[in-house]
Protein backbone atom coordinates (compact mmCIF):
# COMPACT_ATOMS: atom_id res chain seq x y z
CA UNK A 1 0.00 0.00 0.00
CA UNK A 2 1.36 3.48 -0.61
CA UNK A 3 1.53 5.86 1.41
CA UNK A 4 -1.33 8.07 -0.06
CA UNK A 5 -3.32 5.12 0.71
CA UNK A 6 -2.23 5.30 4.02
CA UNK A 7 -2.92 8.72 4.55
CA UNK A 8 -6.43 7.89 2.74
CA UNK A 9 -7.47 5.19 4.94
CA UNK A 10 -6.02 7.31 8.06
CA UNK A 11 -8.80 10.05 7.29
CA UNK A 12 -11.33 7.55 6.48
CA UNK A 13 -11.17 5.62 9.42
CA UNK A 14 -10.27 8.40 12.23
CA UNK A 15 -12.80 10.76 10.69
CA UNK A 16 -15.42 9.63 8.01
CA UNK A 17 -16.14 6.16 9.76
CA UNK A 18 -15.91 7.95 13.06
CA UNK A 19 -19.13 7.81 15.25
CA UNK A 20 -18.54 10.52 17.17
CA UNK A 21 -19.36 14.15 16.11
CA UNK A 22 -17.66 16.41 18.20
CA UNK A 23 -14.48 14.35 15.72
CA UNK A 24 -15.79 15.32 12.92
CA UNK A 25 -17.09 18.65 14.09
CA UNK A 26 -13.28 19.86 15.10
CA UNK A 27 -11.81 18.24 12.45
CA UNK A 28 -13.90 19.77 9.44
CA UNK A 29 -13.57 23.73 11.35
CA UNK A 30 -10.34 23.51 11.37
CA UNK A 31 -8.84 25.82 9.31
CA UNK A 32 -6.09 24.18 7.19
CA UNK A 33 -8.58 21.45 6.99
CA UNK A 34 -11.59 23.84 5.42
CA UNK A 35 -8.91 25.14 2.66
CA UNK A 36 -8.33 21.95 1.50
CA UNK A 37 -11.43 20.46 1.20
CA UNK A 38 -12.67 23.39 -0.25
CA UNK A 39 -10.07 22.68 -3.05
CA UNK A 40 -10.91 19.43 -3.17
CA UNK A 41 -14.86 20.23 -3.81
CA UNK A 42 -13.54 22.70 -6.41
CA UNK A 43 -11.79 20.23 -8.15
CA UNK A 44 -14.51 17.49 -7.76
CA UNK A 45 -17.06 20.08 -9.30
CA UNK A 46 -15.21 20.76 -12.08
CA UNK A 47 -14.85 17.05 -12.80
CA UNK A 48 -18.53 16.98 -13.25
CA UNK A 49 -18.89 14.86 -9.69
CA UNK A 50 -16.59 11.72 -10.45
CA UNK A 51 -15.87 10.29 -7.38
CA UNK A 52 -15.54 11.95 -4.18
CA UNK A 53 -13.57 15.02 -3.04
CA UNK A 54 -10.47 13.45 -1.66
CA UNK A 55 -10.01 11.71 -5.19
CA UNK A 56 -8.60 14.78 -6.47
CA UNK A 57 -6.14 15.46 -2.94
CA UNK A 58 -2.52 15.93 -3.72
CA UNK A 59 0.42 13.73 -2.07
CA UNK A 60 1.04 16.83 0.40
CA UNK A 61 -2.84 17.57 1.04
CA UNK A 62 -3.47 14.07 1.65
CA UNK A 63 -0.39 13.96 4.04
CA UNK A 64 -1.84 17.27 5.67
CA UNK A 65 -5.12 15.94 6.57
CA UNK A 66 -3.96 12.99 7.63
CA UNK A 67 -2.03 14.34 10.29
CA UNK A 68 -5.20 16.74 11.09
CA UNK A 69 -7.19 13.82 11.85
CA UNK A 70 -4.78 11.58 13.67
CA UNK A 71 -4.84 14.76 15.82
CA UNK A 72 -8.22 14.70 16.32
CA UNK A 73 -9.34 11.37 16.58
CA UNK A 74 -7.38 11.43 20.17
CA UNK A 75 -7.72 15.11 21.48
CA UNK A 76 -10.23 15.01 24.68
CA UNK A 77 -13.44 15.93 23.85
CA UNK A 78 -13.06 19.05 26.19
CA UNK A 79 -10.58 20.48 23.15
CA UNK A 80 -12.91 20.27 21.20
CA UNK A 81 -16.12 22.15 22.64
CA UNK A 82 -13.19 25.22 23.87
CA UNK A 83 -12.31 25.22 20.17
CA UNK A 84 -15.58 25.54 18.68
CA UNK A 85 -16.83 27.86 21.26
CA UNK A 86 -13.54 30.06 20.92
CA UNK A 87 -13.86 30.24 16.93
CA UNK A 88 -17.91 30.64 17.22
CA UNK A 89 -17.69 33.51 20.27
CA UNK A 90 -14.44 35.35 18.89
CA UNK A 91 -16.18 37.29 15.98
Not at 23 to 29: E, G, L, R, T
Not at 53 to 75: G, H, R, V, W
Request: hydrophobic fraction near 35%; aromatic fraction near 14%.
Amino acid sequence: MSSAEIFRRKIITYIEENKDPLIKAAFYSDKEVMNIMRSLTERWERSGFQGVPLDYATYEELKILAEKAEYYKDAPRETFLRKIFREEFSD
